[in-house]
Nanobody, 125 residues
Framework: HVQLVESGGGSAQAGGSLTLTCTAS????????LGWYRQAPGGDCTMVSE???????KYADFVKGRFTISRDDAKNTVSLGMTSLEPEDTAAYYC???????????????????WGQGTQVTVSS
């Protein structure tokens, strides 16, 4: 049973920090490209950061220098460390990729009807 469970969201003040964790089951995070994506109410999904099978990382321009993606193959997790949070970072954050769902050109593409729960991040000024 393939599943990604996000945790670690919550509320923070501008300038604060949060760490999101994505725990995978049913497949190995080290064998898939996974990433963190965010979606504001009524908006498109947007790539925040991705990590490939070989560990190469990618970041959206709006989080470069502030967010860090990492992977723990032993724990089968992918994490997103977020610092210097801004109110514009407020959104639902989803871990996705591999055999779950993909965010492409603002739209979600679900594999085998998969749908992640996401975790809400709210940053106040």
């Amino acid at each position: 049973h393939v599943q990604l469970v996000e945790s670690g969201g919550g509320s923070a003040q501008a300038g604060g920090s949060l760490t999101l964790t994505c725990t995978a089951s049913g497949f190995s995070v080290g064998e898939s490209e996974l990433g963190w994506y965010r979606q504001a109410p009524g908006g498109d999904c947007t790539m925040v950061s991705e990590i490939s099978e070989d560990g190469t990382t990618k970041y959206a321009d709006f989080v470069k220098g502030r967010f860090t993606i990492s992977r723990d193959d032993a724990k089968n997790t992918v994490s997103l460390g977020m610092t210097s949070l801004e109110p514009e970072d407020t959104a639902a954050y989803y871990c996705a990729g591999g055999p779950t769902m993909l965010c492409k050109q603002g739209n979600w593409y679900r594999i085998n009807d998969y749908w992640g729960q996401g975790t809400q991040v709210t940053v106040s000024s």
